[in-house]
């Protein structure tokens, strides 16, 4: 039976009954101070054995076994077999194996996690902005969508999907918000390279800086892909990480005040 804490993000989507998901928050760990209490990065200096007892502690909330990445914001995809191990250097995970969860540790960037209408393969992509705008058009977000695709579903082979974005359902965790990101004109060339239109996702504040909004750059690739069933973070106050410090850790809120932060978890996985 799956217990999941109270204030851990259950995702309102349309997914099928076989699917489950579920967004951590800072709640119901054993983590000291900065990262108190959920705390699941084991790369962030908090103790070991307390990352270990968070951790189980989400598998036991989930009734499955969470595999965490190594990620390293790239564009790399894991196939995740029944015998997979934590530590895959990749930025993106897919399964069709009951019972195993596709996780993405975040502290600012977007977990972006993926179904197919049948509930028969679940994906977890990690999207920071480096990893969101790739090399020009070709980003996490387009190689874990091939990925996905790429395994024939156990009831429609791929060649069989007519138009394959259609039978996908998208789910956008929180991110840092459009008015706390700021970035430099580097960023915004990089998306608007292969995306004119992705200047409709920056801010101008002056001085070659601007904010931007990093759900909403996803969300346009998911389109551009053709997927048009996208639930969750619609870019308000409710989902940023940086302004609800009671809820989310933030890394660019607190890495250089307080040393380091912790990291969520956003899981996705089959029932059995």
């Known amino acids: 039976m799956v217990v999941l804490h109270p204030d851990w993000i259950v995702p309102q989507w349309p997914a099928p009954a076989t699917v489950r998901a579920v967004c951590t928050t800072r709640a119901g760990g054993v983590s000291a101070p900065p990262f108190d209490s959920l705390n699941l990065g ?13 951790r189980q502690t989400l598998c036991e909330a989930l009734g499955a076994r969470a595999v965490f990445l190594q990620q390293v914001h790239g564009s790399a995809v894991a196939e995740l077999a029944a015998d997979a191990a934590d530590g895959t250097v990749a930025d993106a995970a897919v399964t069709s194996v009951p019972g195993l969860a596709c996780t993405i540790m ?11 209408r049948q509930g ?18 070709i980003g996490v977000l387009e190689s874990f969508f091939d990925v996905f695709w790429r395994h024939p579903s156990a009831s429609r082979p791929r060649e ?38 992705a200047a409709a996702c ?23 892909l053709g997927v048009t069933a996208i639930a969750g973070n619609d870019g308000s ?24 932060t912790g990291r969520l978890a956003a899981c996705v996985w089959l029932t059995a």
Do not use: M
Not at 42 to 54: F, G, K, T
Not at 106 to 116: E, G
Not at 237 to 260: I, K, M, N, Q, V
């Open 106 to 116: 975040v502290a600012d960037c977007l977990p972006v996690l993926l179904t197919d």
């Open 202 to 224: 920056f801010r101008a504040l002056g001085g070659g800086k601007f904010l931007a909004d990093l759900a909403g750059l996803a969300r346009r690739r998911l389109r551009r």
């Open 237 to 260: 106050a409710a989902w940023c990480t940086y302004s609800r410090p009671e809820r989310f850790f933030s890394h660019r809120r607190d890495a250089a005040a307080l040393g380091s």
């Open 42 to 54: 084991d790369h962030v200096r908090d103790a070991p054995d307390a990352v270990a007892a968070n």
């Open 120 to 137: 028969t393969r679940v994906g977890a992509a990690h999207c920071g902005w480096r990893g969101l705008a790739g090399d020009g058009r």
């Open 160 to 197: 069989a999907i007519e138009n394959i974005a259609s039978e996908t359902i998208a789910w956008l965790g929180p991110c840092i918000g459009a008015d706390a990101f700021e970035v430099g004109a580097d960023v915004r060339d990089a998306f608007c390279a292969a995306d004119a239109g």
